[in-house]
């Protein structure tokens, strides 16, 4: 198999004043490339400091987690800040544009990171269309509607053709109407593309939708479920 | 990114929040207008006060009696309680030997003091000299109307007096036609035989607003001294500018072979006209430095705002600087990003500043000019400058703190802050 992400024994522990707090206990899964993946799990079972290890936006206190074929465990904070460039998109609850800029402005952003400046504003607008928000180019966040604002923040995720989308409650500040077209739309994006596609909830309807669903109980994998074995 | 990126999305977020970036550009603007306003107005006075000194000749030179540097080995500092011998007629006369001094052109001993002058119920204090002929041609003066002092005056201890225009003015509400008039000085008659043309403002104070009598009769008379034969000042003029220095050598050789002075000390101050200049040029280049200087306290104050408000700028965008990092931004970027902003801030302050500062400058000369003062100030590329550089620097240091606590955030935790 062609494992676009391998985590092997990850562990994270945070420090809360004298307490310590074992969010991660030791999880080990394998997800492979183009695989649609939810991650479920009750607040406080690691769910959050899953996606942040995932996403590279955090390191595991211990353990070996290798995205891509590149070992995350050791990297220091601008290794860390390339790779999450080059291979991660993200898509998060509350969308997190830059009110300053525009539709197309956000987009480019991750493109301004990488160094890209020949072509910059066409890929953009090709991520834009992929979304079906090419009329809205030009907008500002404040002037489109959450729905049109979390595409803006899918086509900001698949601009620079990441490794894995991570998405965070996508759909959890949208209408269910609205949270449908986001959802399709994801999925359309990891058919079309084969990109893999990690989406973070607690809502059962989302995650009957993915191919298999990660469960997580207080930072370890809840085996309970058949289709957390695999 | 690239410089010019960082540059345009700098511009774009401060644009953002015009009233709080124009606040702080305010900031800086008024401390880079105070520093160039400030020393344009130091310099101008520099400029004026060397220049009236400048026109009361090159090749004068004036000797004191009593030391500028400190009292002779083992004794009191300061005139009273030591044997500082005063200058005297007898100095002048062996100053003016061309044998003795040949860098000498011309010697006019003079005693100085102050006294009423009355006409016809106008009443005016000014300073009164008793001088000899060469006065007034070792001091460049010239008569508008009637006659100078001359030796009969002096032989005849006559009471005649020559006018400065300030003082003719005073008494007669003109300077013109007065020749002939009888004066009072303290009490006493004395004729006016002329009114010399106006000098400008010297740098004792205006020389205009002066009276000058014979030294015999001032010294009979008007001011007395312990002695007929001592004087206040000898002024002397030397052969050219060039011999100004010999000229100064050859005086303190004679006075302190007369004096008998002990080696090392001199109890006769010897001035040229250079001196005043490096003296006055001390006076204001430290007035120039306290008055930047109070200036630039200002610049400072601005600032410590930029700072501030970049500080409030990083806790208002730590989800923004959390999503940027998620999305790829290095350290680097996050602070080339604030430190780029809190630069253009000063320098967009320190651009309006300098332009604010040179229209205060502009401003001011404008008054001084109207008020009658002869006084320009001058906006030097120096303070240019220094306030650009200074301001530039400022904007870096203190972005340089807040900057970094942008780049130091931890994504996660900043992504997490609401």
């Given amino acids: ?230 | 990114m690239s410089i010019a990126q960082a540059i345009f999305e700098a511009l774009e977020s401060l644009n953002g929040n015009k009233m709080r970036s124009g606040l702080t550009v305010l900031g800086i603007v008024i401390g880079v207008a105070a520093v160039i306003a400030m020393l344009a107005v130091g310099n101008g006075a520099q400029a004026s006060i060397t220049g009236s000194i400048s026109s009361i000749g090159t090749n004068l030179l004036f000797v004191f009696s009593g030391s500028m540097g400190g009292g002779p080995p083992g004794a009191e500092t300061g005139r009273s309680g030591n044997n500082d011998r005063p200058l005297t007629l007898s100095d002048a006369e062996a100053i003016a030997d061309p044998f003795a001094a040949p860098s000498v052109e011309l010697v006019a001993p003079a005693i100085q003091g102050s006294g009423l002058m009355t006409f016809s119920g106008e009443t005016t204090s000014t300073s009164i000299s008793g001088v000899t002929p060469t006065y007034f041609t070792v001091r460049n003066m010239e008569l508008a109307e009637g006659e100078l002092i001359n030796e009969e005056h002096l032989l005849g201890r006559m009471s005649v007096v020559v006018l400065g225009p300030d003082t003719a003015v005073n008494l007669f509400g003109h300077a013109d036609g007065v020749v002939g008039e009888t004066v009072r000085i303290e009490g006493q008659p004395f004729r006016v035989i002329g009114v010399l043309v106006p000098q400008g403002g010297g740098a004792f104070g205006s020389e205009d607003d002066s009276a000058y009598i014979p030294f015999t009769t001032a010294q009979a008379r008007l001011i007395k001294r312990a002695t007929r034969e001592e004087v206040d000042v000898i002024f002397v003029q030397a052969t050219s500018a060039d011999t100004v220095p010999s000229a100064s050598e050859e005086i303190s050789n004679i006075i302190r072979t007369r004096h008998r002075t002990p080696i090392g000390y001199d109890d006769f101050t010897v001035f040229t006209q250079q001196d005043f200049l490096s003296t006055f040029e001390t006076i204001t280049g430290v007035l120039t430095i306290f008055l930047g200087g109070i200036a630039g306290i200002s610049l400072l104050v601005g600032g410590i705002g930029i700072m501030n408000i970049m500080l409030v700028s990083v806790t208002e965008r730590t989800r923004e600087i959390g999503l940027r990092k998620a999305l790829g931004a290095r350290k680097r970027d996050i602070l080339l990003q604030f430190l780029t902003e809190s630069s253009l801030l000063s320098l967009i302050g320190g651009i309006i500043g300098i332009m604010f500062g040179w229209f205060i400058a502009f401003v001011v000369g404008r008054v001084a000019i109207a008020t009658g003062n002869n006084f320009v100030p001058i906006v030097g590329t120096d303070a240019i400058i220094l306030s650009t550089s200074f301001s530039a620097i400022i904007g870096l240091f203190f972005g340089i703190y807040p900057a970094s606590r942008a780049a130091n955030l931890e994504p996660v935790e900043a992504l997490r802050y609401e």
């Fill in chain 1, 1 to 230: 198999m062609d494992w676009v992400i391998e985590a092997r024994d990850l562990k994270k522990t945070y420090k809360m004043g004298e307490i310590e707090v074992h969010a991660l206990r030791g999880v080990s899964f394998k997800i492979a490339r183009g695989e649609v993946v939810s991650i479920m799990g009750p607040s406080g079972s690691g769910k959050s400091t899953m996606m942040n290890t995932l996403g590279c936006l955090d390191r595991p206190t211990s353990g070996e987690y290798i995205l891509d074929g590149e070992s995350v465990g050791e990297m220091n904070d601008d290794q860390l800040a390339s790779v999450r460039n080059r291979k991660v998109g993200f898509v998060f609850q509350s969308f997190n544009l830059l009110s300053r800029l525009t539709a197309l402005g956000n987009v480019e952003l991750p493109l301004r990171y990488a160094g890209i400046v020949e072509g910059r504003r066409e890929r953009a607008q090709a991520a834009l269309e992929a979304v079906g928000l090419k009329d809205r180019m030009s907008h500002r966040p404040y002037e489109l509607s959450g729905g049109q604002q979390q595409r803006v923040a899918v086509a900001r995720s698949l601009v620079n053709n990441p490794a894995i989308i991570m998405a965070d409650e996508p759909t959890g500040n949208l209408d269910s109407k609205v949270g449908k077209e986001i959802m399709s739309l994801l999925l359309n994006l990891n058919k079309e593309r084969g990109t893999t596609l990690i989406i973070v909830t607690h809502d059962p309807k989302i995650a009957e939708q993915t191919e298999r669903v990660i469960r997580l109980r207080d930072g370890e994998l809840d085996l309970s479920d058949e289709e957390g074995k695999k």
